[in-house]
Structure formats: C-alpha cells, structure tokens
C-alpha cells in the first residue's frame, strides 16, 4: 500500500496556482474528492505535503513535540528575522526560548495592554471619513503595528515610534513583493547575479540600529513593555538574551503579530456588519464578544496552515506517514466540519458561549509546542478594539457581498479591504 494518501494528480503548478489563488474551493475540492486526508504537490517541494482535517489526527501531530519545521519557512524568513527567530529554531533551542518570551502573553502583565490598545484605536478612529466608503483593512494594520511599537518595542517617543513604523512597514511591503520572492528563487539557481536582498539587509540594518538604541534604553531603564521584559529575562543557566537576539525576536513578533491581527480584525467587521443582530448584542455583551472573535477565527482563519516536517511516522486515516512528510492541518476544513459545528458555513457566535473553543477543531493559532505565543494577546486586541470602534462609529458594510478571503503573504485576507462606511453613534 503507499504510504501517503491519494491527492490531485495535476501538475505541481497547477496546484500550486490553485492553492495561492482560489485555496478555499481548491481545499474544499481535495475534501470532496479524497476526504479527510490527501496529498497535494507544491511546485519547488521535492516531496508532497499531506493534508489532514480530522481532530483525532491534529492531536496526534501537534501533540508530538519532536516534529520539526516543514522546509520553505526558514528561506521566506531568515531575512528579515535573523537566525536566532522563535519562528525558525527547532527542539532544545526553541523550547527554551519559548519559555523565556511566554511569560509576557498572559494573565495581568497582558492585560496592562488593554489600555494601549483602547489608545491607539481611539486616536485612529478619529482620522476616518464618515459618510463614504473606505477600506477597514489598512487602518487594522496601522493600529496593530502602532500597538506593537508601544506595547512590544515600547517606543514612548513619538518622533522615534513614527520613524521606525515607517520603515518597519516598508520592510514588510518589499519582502511581501511575489516579484522579490521570485528573484531570491532565481537568484539560488543563477550563482553570480545580484543579490535581490541587497536593498532589504540594508534596511534591516537601519532597522537594527533604532532597535539598538531601544534595547540600550531598556536595559538602562526597565519599563512595562515587553522588550524590557526580554531584556530581563534569563536562561535556565541564568544567561541573558544576546542583543543581536533580542533584535531578532522583536522582529518575529512584529512579523507574527502585525498583519495578522490587522487581518482577523478586518475579517470579524467583515462578518459582524452582515449580521446586524450580532453586531448589537457584541456591542452591549462582553461574553458575547469574546464569542464573536472565536467564531470570526473559526469561520475566516487568518493563516491556512501551520505544519511539521514529522520526526517520527504518523498513523492517521489508515496511511502511516514516515518520517520526514509534511504535514499540516488545512485549518479552513477542520474548521468546517459538520461534524464538529452544525451548519459549519453559518456565523453563529452562539456555538462558542458554553466553552473556550480550546480543541483541535479550533486551531487558528496552531498547536502543542508552536502554538501561537500571541494567542491570547491577539484575542485581548481584538475584542478592546473592536469594542472601542463600536463605541466611536456606527458602519455599516459598503459593498454588497460578503469579502472573498485571497492570499496576502501567509495570510487569507478580505479581497476587497472589508469597505465600510462610517458615520457617529446618535447618542
Ligand atoms: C489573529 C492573530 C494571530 C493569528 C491568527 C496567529 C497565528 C499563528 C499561527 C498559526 C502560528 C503557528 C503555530 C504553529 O506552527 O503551530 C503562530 C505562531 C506564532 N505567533 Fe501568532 N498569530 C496571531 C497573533 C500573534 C501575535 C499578536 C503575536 C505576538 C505579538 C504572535 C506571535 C507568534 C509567535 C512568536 C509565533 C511562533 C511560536 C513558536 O514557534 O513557538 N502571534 N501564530
């Protein structure tokens, strides 16, 4: 018997143009013609990658800490996050770092953000148009950048803050260029051409000496923000982090919890100004609220995988996977299964308000050992500003359809923005 699962047979560029152009009906098709688990052949991946929806198998693979990283994360990253990234280390040395930059994430030293979150979105509200359309998503992304700038780097200075978000984001627009991706690809078969990431070390370079600044400030200065918890925090062997390190964390959680944030933001309008009677109780009903996130990251995952290259087989679906497959869950169609949420394609906050959604049919920040370390975060900046927003602005949805979910860099995102038009509460 093979070893892995049957999958579509077309070419690898065609599964690959599907997966990046249409992923929602090419996933929803692999599910209708192979079930639960299949194969799917990307172009530049030497071997397939199986793709896996039910919850029994999710907990197997995320529930074995030895899996490592699944090949093409540390070629699109190391640029720009450096060697030392949480997001690119595996076993001993990225459970310990994961240790050391938890902490921050939860329970009261969390929620001392709440404020500068709630800041932030008021002082962006106020520069909205009211009365004609305008696109939601990109001020999402402003403000979850102004929050990581405040909350995480803890840039009081505004001068400096407006200096450095400028060039964060324009590092995050050239590395988002399919253009560059494609010159970096051309440029490892080619030895010899121009480095295509000339101009980008160059700007991380510029990047990193602001950072430095900070982080000598920080370690002169402890304050509430999350660098100058990193720059206290110790190793086991009572070692600090190194501050080529430190820079290159920072920038991971810029990177992992930047446009994602923005884009479940921009997803949860996108959904709430389509169900008016949603819309109202979120406004009045905090449990309710927190209902409403779930289900937005339920019903619109912002990332659509999150896979392990596996160090161990993995029994799942009547195939043993050997070691050294990659395989992700399809997070849309775990999410969707009629199994787990009846009438899985409904917005229904309803469904989460007995329970956290903590099971492996809810998995929009991933699992076991690289869950997500911003989940929680992320849940708190959502509902203070979707809450706040609520209370400064009645809108209403500008374009008749609901959004349909493209790809922006690793995230589904609004094709459309999320258009919205804005006019004040009458009191
Ligand atoms: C709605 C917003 C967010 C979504 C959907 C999201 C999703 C994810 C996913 C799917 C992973 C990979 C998990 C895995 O491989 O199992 C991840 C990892 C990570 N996220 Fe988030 N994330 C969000 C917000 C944030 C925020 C706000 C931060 C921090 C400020 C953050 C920091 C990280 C880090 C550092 C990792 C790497 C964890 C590790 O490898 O141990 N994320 N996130």
């Given amino acids: 018997m093979d070893a892995l699962p049957a999958g579509p047979t077309e070419p690898p560029i065609w599964q690959t143009l599907r997966w990046l152009l249409r992923p929602i009906s090419f996933m929803e098709s692999c599910r209708r013609r192979f079930g639960d688990t299949f194969s799917v052949r990307f172009l530049g991946f030497k071997t397939p990658m199986v793709m896996l929806s039910d919850p029994d198998a999710i907990r197997a693979l995320y529930g074995n800490a030895e899996h490592g990283l699944p090949a093409g994360r540390t070629i699109a990253l190391l640029p720009i996050l450096g060697p030392r990234s949480l997001l690119l280390l595996e076993g001993s040395e990225h459970l310990a770092r994961r240790r050391l930059m938890l902490p921050p994430f939860h329970g009261a030293r969390m929620r001392a953000y709440e404020d ?12 909205w148009p009211t009365g004609k359309p305008f696109a939601l998503h990109p ?34 627009t050239d590395t988002a260029s399919a253009g560059l991706q494609l010159a970096v ?5 080619f030895q010899g051409a121009p480095d295509p990431l000339k101009r980008l070390h160059e ?64 997803w949860t309008f996108d959904l709430l100004l389509r169900h008016p009677e949603t819309l109202e109780r979120a406004e009045h009903d905090e449990r309710y609220l927190r209902a409403v996130v779930t289900e937005s990251l339920r019903l619109r995952p912002v990332i659509p995988q999150a896979g392990r290259r596996l160090a161990a087989p ?10 050294g497959t990659d395989v992700t869950p399809a997070i849309w169609l775990a999410h969707t299964r009629a ?70 860099n690793v995230t589904l995102s609004p094709a459309g923005g999320t258009l919205v038009i804005g006019s004040y509460p009458v009191q």
Avoid at 314 to 323: C, K, Q, S, T
């Fill in 139 to 172: 001020h999402m992304q402003k403000v979850t950048l102004e929050v990581i700038l405040r909350a995480v780097f803890g840039v009081t200075d505004a001068g400096r803050r407006a200096a450095l978000g400028a060039q964060l984001a324009q590092l995050l």
């Fill in 339 to 408: 199994d787990r949420y009846p009438e899985p394609f409904a917005f229904r906050p309803e469904r989460h308000l007995d329970g956290a959604a903590g099971t492996s049919a809810w998995i929009p920040f991933g699992g076991g050992v690289r869950r997500c370390i911003g989940a929680a975060f992320a849940e708190m900046e959502m509902r203070i500003a979707i809450a706040e927003i609520l209370s400064r602005r009645t809108l209403t949805a500008a374009s008749p359809a609901a959004e349909r979910p493209v790809r922006r």
């Fill in 116 to 127: 500068t979150v709630r800041q932030v979105v008021a002082e962006d509200v106020e520069t």
């Fill in 203 to 266: 700007r991380r370079r510029e990047i990193d000496r602001m950072l430095d600044r900070e982080i000598a400030e920080r370690r002169a200065d402890r304050r509430e923000d999350i660098l100058s918890m990193l720059v206290a925090a110790r190793f086991e062997d009572g070692e600090p982090l190194a501050d080529a390190e430190i820079r290159d964390q920072l920038m991971t959680l810029l990177l992992a919890g930047h446009e994602t944030t923005a884009t479940g933001l921009a």
């Fill in 314 to 323: 993995l029994e799942v679906d009547g195939h043993v996977l050997p070691a």
């Fill in 185 to 189: 690809l051309l440029q490892q078969r």
